[in-house]
């Protein structure tokens, strides 16, 4: 147990659609990453979150955004749903941005039909 | 940050210790090499991390050599539990992590 918790654990929506997936940290954690795994890959780096800012980016088109609250609680919000979108969404939550270890929560599942 | 090579595959017995290896050989001086694991259908897990010296703690023991080019990282007494992929991560201060395809380990009874 991480403490990191997700929700909901699954989803499934229809391709076009816009998706919100929310994280509850670590208590006592700031930053919080987003990452998606697609099936038989790594997990892939989306954003991380820093004291409410968006702290880095990868690869992922706008369409894929996120806020991160007072509480360092954060959603990702994906819009327009495709059917690649389909993967687990994983949320990571460590004590600051730099070095310090990720704890990663249990997941998402979404399929897009 | 500087890429990593590990094995695609592995298998060890239960009871024994499993040394994973992984090669770094771009590293630099500011990274850090880490480990995860990912067992089936979950997120993944922090192991240890360890930027010149060797590291242990409850879980594993993490080799370094001394030119930093490569690591092992070692499960002293392999469980059927401890069945998952484990990635190796060369990462510097601030950055994201970076994981690549890892190792499938297997603990076999």
């Known amino acids: 147990e991480t403490g990191v918790t997700q929700s909901p654990t699954h989803l499934i929506k229809t391709r076009g659609q816009q998706v919100t997936l929310r994280c509850s940290s670590q208590?006592?954690?700031?930053?919080v990453s987003w990452y998606q795994q697609a099936l038989g890959q790594g997990p892939q780096f989306i954003f991380q979150?820093?004291?409410?800012?968006?702290?880095g980016r990868g690869n992922f088109p706008p369409r894929f955004s996120g806020l991160q609250f007072p509480n360092y609680s954060s959603e990702l919000n994906v819009n327009a749903l495709e059917l690649d979108d389909s993967a687990l969404y994983l949320c990571?939550?460590?004590?600051?941005?730099?070095?310090?270890?990720?704890?990663f929560g249990q997941g998402t599942r979404l399929t897009v039909v | 940050d500087a890429k990593t090579t590990q094995p695609t595959s592995m298998d060890c017995a239960e009871g024994r210790a499993a040394n994973l290896p992984c090669n770094h050989s771009?590293?630099?001086?500011?990274?850090?090499v880490y480990w995860y694991r990912q067992i089936h259908s979950q997120g993944p897990q922090y192991i240890i991390h360890g930027l010149k010296n060797n590291e242990t703690n409850e879980m594993a023991s993490l080799i370094i050599t001394e030119d930093r080019k490569s690591s092992t990282l070692i499960l002293p007494h392999a469980t059927l539990r401890d069945t998952a992929v484990y990635y190796c991560?060369?990462?510097?201060?601030?950055?994201?992590?970076?994981f690549g395809a890892g190792t499938i380990l297997r603990v076999k009874s």
């Open positions: 979150y820093y004291r409410e800012e968006e702290n």
């Open positions: 991560i060369v990462r510097a201060y601030g950055n994201k992590l970076v």
């Open positions: 990571a939550s460590s004590r600051d941005q730099g070095g310090t270890e990720a704890f």
């Open positions: 771009t590293i630099s001086g500011n990274e850090y």
């Open positions: 208590s006592g954690h700031n930053t």
